[in-house]
């Protein structure tokens, strides 16, 4: 029925809620630790939005061509090899289950230390909140797509509003001191280039998630339409958000302080409410880290849907209840494996350069996927279909943004890139293994 169809505004907070995690309120932290200046800061971030924004119309244009569910594995399968696709598409499975985990700790610390100030015990109560977030949004998506993306446009409204809330300390007065640069030699040129990918790879981290939403392409409402302008709205809304949440860092916190700022948010509310602020903040940021968990935990289970509608997964991934339909296997699976990863997760700073790297693999190969499919003249036949102007230069600047996001973490973490670069082998290799087993004769 159309009317269980996701609509436009479904589609733009999706992709508001895949982009704005906690990235935001933790992310500025690591960009100004890497820039030499704070115009280095500024551009790095600018320089992400458009990358995101090429990478945003490539996208659109992929998932018009194709537009269906489960489609990051699909297209991966018909325009590579299944093998590719089930490698790349278990990374980001197990990239995103760990993320969620991670995020839901950084919500589950603001709200533990509010409500558990001073406690003994205040790790295993910030595991036991994490849990129950995890655990109460496994429900509301067994309730059905539907009622999953209302709840999700109520949890991303609190995001953006929390978002326009920490920027109107803007306009408090209270700035912090300028920051007086200690005089050093001019970098060179590949110095320079160095620090400018390192602070790539936090940025990228914050403006990730928003390819995911082809996953949704067979659930949306005229998808050739309304999937392009769904990943337009949504991106230059973040755009807009992260520029302007950066630029009240800047002003009221200052770059000096923000190099080694422990909680950017709760200061920017400080200098609004004083303590009552850090409060109220607390409450806000853990809602929103609810949105976060809630769209990885509709999204992730559409893919592994694919690949068991590939036959590379057992078929019982792909069963959907008759009355809501619902992924419920495949929704459970993935929600086993962020509980998990939530149990055995590592903080922000050291997962960022793995997730990345990893990250950095498939989006260029994702976003590649878009010349083969105009070569072999996918989607030509569908009326009105999204076509992106100014190709190939859009799929190409994202591309070698990527690639080089992915050297530059080669260079300065390589035990990051070959440790995740052997996972994806495994991956690779699990493939043919499991295709093995899968053609050997059943035991009688």
Not at 79 to 94: D, E, G, T, W
Not at 412 to 420: D, F, I, M, Q
Request: glycine fraction near 8%; charged fraction near 10%.
């Amino acid at each position: 029925m159309k009317s269980s169809r996701l609509n436009l505004f479904d589609l733009t907070m999706i992709v508001v809620s895949l982009v704005i995690g906690m990235g935001i309120f933790r992310a500025p932290v690591n960009v100004a630790r890497q820039a030499y200046s704070a115009d280095m800061f500024f551009i790095a971030w600018i320089t992400g939005g458009l990358v995101a924004l090429c990478g945003a119309l490539t996208y659109a244009e992929i998932g018009s061509r194709y537009p269906v569910t489960g489609g990051y594995y699909k297209i991966f399968s018909y325009c590579y090899h299944p093998s590719i696709a089930f490698a790349i598409n278990c990374i980001i499975l197990v990239s995103n289950a760990a993320s969620l985990a991670g995020v839901a700790l950084i919500g589950s610390e603001y709200l533990a230390n509010v409500l558990f100030q001073g406690h003994s015990n205040i790790n295993s109560i910030k595991l036991v909140i994490s849990t129950i977030a995890v655990i109460v949004f496994y429900g509301v998506n067994l309730l059905g797509l539907k009622m999953s993306a209302r709840t999700q446009n109520v949890l991303t409204v609190i995001k953006i509003g929390l978002v326009i809330f920490l920027i109107s300390a803007l306009f408090t007065g209270d700035y912090a001191t300028p920051f007086t640069p200690v005089s050093v030699a001019e970098p060179d040129i590949m110095s320079t280039l160095k620090a400018f990918g390192a602070c790539l790879v936090a940025v990228s981290f914050t403006y990730g998630g928003y390819q995911q939403t082809i996953n949704f392409g067979g659930e949306v409402q005229n998808p050739s339409k309304i999937l392009p302008k769904g990943i337009f709205f949504g991106i230059a809304i973040i755009m807009l958000l992260y520029i302007t949440i950066n630029y009240t860092y800047y002003k009221v916190i200052g770059f000096g302080n923000l190099k080694e700022a422990q909680s950017i948010a709760a200061i920017l509310a400080g200098k609004l409410f004083g303590e009552r602020g850090f409060t109220i903040l607390s409450v806000l940021l853990f809602l929103s880290v609810l949105a976060y968990v809630n769209v990885l935990l509709m999204s992730n289970p559409r893919v592994m849907y694919a690949m068991s509608d590939e036959g590379v997964l057992p078929g019982v991934f792909k069963k959907v209840t008759l009355k809501r339909n619902v992924i419920v296997v495949s929704l459970s699976a993935f929600t086993a494996l962020c509980l998990v990863t939530l149990f055995y997760g590592k903080t922000f700073d050291e997962i960022l350069d793995h997730t990345i790297f990893l990250d950095s693999i498939g989006m260029a190969t994702s976003a590649a996927t878009i010349f083969i499919l105009r070569k072999r003249g996918v989607g030509e036949d569908i009326r009105n279909s999204y076509r992106m102007k100014l190709y190939p230069l859009l799929p190409v600047i994202f591309i070698a943004a990527y690639l080089f996001v992915g050297t530059s973490i080669a260079i300065n973490s390589p035990k990051a890139a070959w440790v995740s670069a052997l996972v994806f082998a495994i991956f690779f290799v699990l493939y043919f293994v499991l295709r093995v087993f899968r053609k050997s004769p059943q035991p009688n």
